[in-house]
DNA sequence: ACAAAAGTGTTAAGACTACACCCATGA
DNA sequence: TCATGGGTGTAGTCTTAACACTTTTGT
């Protein structure tokens, strides 16, 4: 069996890419940074933010680069992980492309730089992004269904929720992230003993912050431990709220 | 922005492969299927299995071939995911070459075929693999840890452990995955309960199987469910049974 | 004083650990 | 009958869900 088959091409014409899908937290809902893409194919459409891999860079550089051209980051707390690859062929009409697509958490970042490639950068919740007539170019509409759900479970057993979060940050902060990405109400006192319990998560920092209302806030850092264990579980949400504290009392 | 800066070289000579760690329980020890390489780089080494992805197919696609190829796989239970993406320039000798590894986990499988690339294919130990003077080719070594580093963690809170099971398999078979996989020993009840607990882990046969001692173990298949919720935690281990509190009535 | 958010206390339910102990089989 | 692994029961501990309640601020 090893001469008889007909032998695969060993080099074909492919590009190399990375992609990345980058999210932030605005106001209530999770953000992803899209380009508005300059040139054809999909010249118009919305897309993720992406280019080229250099001849001479690693996959992990050219997101870090792709990364700092879209946002103008700078040393901020952000998190970069590789996601998956994509490579069907006829995903990019051009010819055969193969992505890397990553994934990066940041806290809500400045007003996006536009790239190379991109006419105009724009932050778009997901929820709107993710709706088929919203029309994601590419197969940019899975990568951005896994990376979510990527980022949904990536909360449960680590810390990355942090990574959203300009420090110092108060464990409401950390909450709205979780309550954002999850879509669910957690019970503030129960998050807090889970989150100031787990060794490593927060770090306090002996500040406080005062905001127009109610008691002032403790305030934290990221206390540097990856993981959590046990994890915090999305099931335990708590569907009525408002209903407050005080429905009987002794 | 799109005619100042540097332009990116959109297509450069680029291979991209697919490699697979296929995984499987033999005796007491986690193996790897590895491939004595029959050419250059490094013939003569040991290597993970793969091979060029062809033009006109997939990187799923490519891997389920290669898998084919190297194992004589037919329709049996058989579990394949993609792990990640190793583009480091310099990874492979002969130019830029971009791999997208793959896991594959599966029963003890028959003896291994010759791959189209690969003067001999066999099965080692994970622990040897590892070990740098066992000197894996390329940065397979890396690839391979990574590879165990999640084979390991998808155990916690999957069932994938099932895919290592020939059906149909007993409780005690499913538990020496989980031993040897995360090479601790395991309390046979309790991990009896959580499995027969979780819904749609297993489902009972209504078969036994009875072995040289002891008394016969009810059989199962895979109830198909995917995940559990709670993870069967790694860190319950029981280092040293039979010291014996008696702390439990008599 | 009141509203609102931060933060603490408490109880009951559930899950896990560490075992003791019983069951079914082959030798 | 004994050895061996399969399988059940259970007490104590740990974790969590739910929610009452106290603290601290601005208005």
Chains 1, 2 share one sequence.
């Not at 380009?35 to 080229?52: H, I, T």
């Not at 990553?102 to 806290?107: I, V």
């Amino acid at each position: 069996m090893t001469h008889s088959a007909p032998p695969a091409v060993p080099r074909f014409p492919v590009s190399v890419t990375v992609d990345l899908v980058i999210f932030t937290v605005r106001d209530d809902a999770l953000h992803v940074l899209l380009v508005e893409r300059g040139k054809e194919p999909f010249l118009g459409g919305s897309a993720l933010p992406g280019g080229y891999v250099r001849p001479d860079e690693g996959l992990d550089e050219a997101a870090l680069r792709e990364l700092r051209e879209e946002t103008g980051l700078d040393g901020g707390r952000l998190h970069l992980e590789q996601l998956r690859s994509y490579g069907d062929p006829g995903r990019d009409p051009r010819g055969r492309v193969i992505t890397v697509a990553y994934l990066a958490l940041g806290p809500d970042l400045p007003a996006p730089v536009a790239g190379t490639d991109a006419a105009r950068a724009f932050w778009a919740p997901v929820g709107e992004a993710l709706r088929a007539d919203f029309g994601l170019s590419f197969d940019h509409g899975s990568i951005l269904a896994d990376a979510v759900e990527r980022a949904r479970s990536k909360l449960e057993y680590t810390t990355v929720a942090t990574s959203f979060c300009r420090e110092p940050f108060t464990v409401s902060d950390l909450r709205h992230v979780y309550e954002v990405i999850w879509g669910i109400a957690l019970d503030p006192s129960n998050f807090r003993r889970k989150v100031t319990r787990t060794a490593g998560f927060l770090e306090p920092t002996g500040e406080r912050r005062t905001s127009e209302t109610g008691r002032p806030a403790a305030l934290y850092r990221f206390g540097g431990a990856a993981v959590m264990s046990p994890p915090l579980l999305r099931s335990g949400d708590i569907a009525g709220r408002g209903a407050g504290g005080g429905s009987g009392r002794g």
